[in-house]
């Protein structure tokens, strides 16, 4: 998108959001934000905030709007909507967090948005659906952030685990963004190499009981979170500035968002983590791992688990 202006419209300036527009800033991104809230005070305070950094990040013009500029937006980011409490799975939020997704995407799309929608809200799988829905965009131009922050999470740890700089760790986290989420054993390496089989080689330093217990303190990442902070934000709010990058610097990049499936994995109609290939229009292509039969009934579980969590949703609004 060389040549010309990029908007990124940020919906919610709560921790999520105001992390992603910190980290946006730094990392010189884009040439213009824009903070949108219901609580217009903490958006222009966060505006404030950031160009009073200005100097020492990457130039760029900051400010707190309305859903007019979400006209000239390239990209629109909903962080907006009820967190997930102490106690409370993601899928705990999908009423509350739909109602607040209608109004927010019909005034997105009655601005004359024709951008690309980001979706970061919880429960992500469901709401990147029903933001679809809303807005009646095609579905490569709605994309959830689906399982980004699993699949770096897993990645760290597995990095750690082994010695090995997370950046040469290769694997993915898929399915829900939640508690059905499942490792792509099969499709692991560091450097090319399996980890089953560098494991099965080192056998004397690694375990496979090891392995489950990182993706057991991956799944679960979110509630150790909480329990000590309240809520989880740089992770997702750096995640969401690479999905940007991708997005915006037409990358052809993989990432593990949440896409619609049209029948691959033999699924149908259903926004969930996956591989993907995302570039300036979007989503590209789904990419179609060949899983084991363990993962393919634990992808087709964690599936169900969202279309029975949503029927209530599709029944009301659909």
């Known amino acids: 998108m060389s040549g010309k202006t990029t908007r990124v419209v940020i919906i919610g300036a709560g921790f999520v959001g105001s992390s992603y527009a910190y980290a946006l800033l730094n990392q010189g991104v884009v040439d213009e934000m824009v903070l949108l809230d219901l609580n217009q005070a903490k958006a222009k305070g966060d505006a404030m905030d950031l160009n009073h950094g200005m100097p020492y990040g990457s130039p760029m013009k900051i400010w707190a709007g309305t859903y007019e500029d979400c006209k000239q937006a390239d990209l629109v980011v909903i962080t907006a909507g009820a967190n997930q409490a102490p106690g409370e799975t993601r899928l705990d939020l999908i009423e509350k967090n739909t109602k607040i997704f209608q109004l927010i995407v ?18 992500v799988d469901i709401l990147s659906y ?26 760290f740890l597995l990095g750690d685990y082994f010695n090995v700089d997370p950046r040469n760790v290769h694997a993915y986290i ?4 939640g508690d059905t989420e499942l490792p792509v054993w099969s499709h692991a390496d560091i450097g090319g190499r399996p980890i089953l089989s560098y494991l099965n080689s080192h056998s004397d330093m690694y375990t ?3 392995l489950d217990d990182i993706f057991i303190n991956v799944r679960d990442a979110a509630y150790h ?17 690479r999905l940007t990058k991708a997005i915006l610097r037409n990358e052809n990049s993989v990432l ?26 979007g989503v590209r292509e789904v990419m179609e791992l060949q899983l084991d039969q363990d993962e393919m009934e634990q992808f087709h579980t964690s599936a169900n688990v969202l279309k029975e969590a949503m029927l209530p949703i599709v029944t009301s609004y659909f």
């Not at 029903?130 to 897993?154: A, H, N, Y």
């Not at 979170?225 to 500035?241: D, P, S």
């Open 106 to 123: 019909n005034d997105v799309m009655s601005s004359g948005f024709d951008g690309i929608f980001v979706v970061a809200t919880n429960p």
């Open 130 to 155: 029903v933001t679809w829905k809303f807005s009646g965009l095609p579905t490569e131009r709605v994309i959830g952030s689906g399982t980004i922050l699993d699949t770096v999470r897993f990645r």
């Open 174 to 177: 898929m399915g829900e963004h």
């Open 208 to 210: 496979k009981e090891s």
């Open 225 to 241: 979170i909480i329990e000590r902070k309240g809520a989880t934000y740089y992770g997702i709010a750096l995640g969401l500035v």
């Open 256 to 281: 593990t968002i949440s896409a619609l499936l049209r029948g691959e994995y033999g699924l149908e109609d259903i926004y969930i983590g996956v591989p993907a290939i995302v570039n300036g229009h």
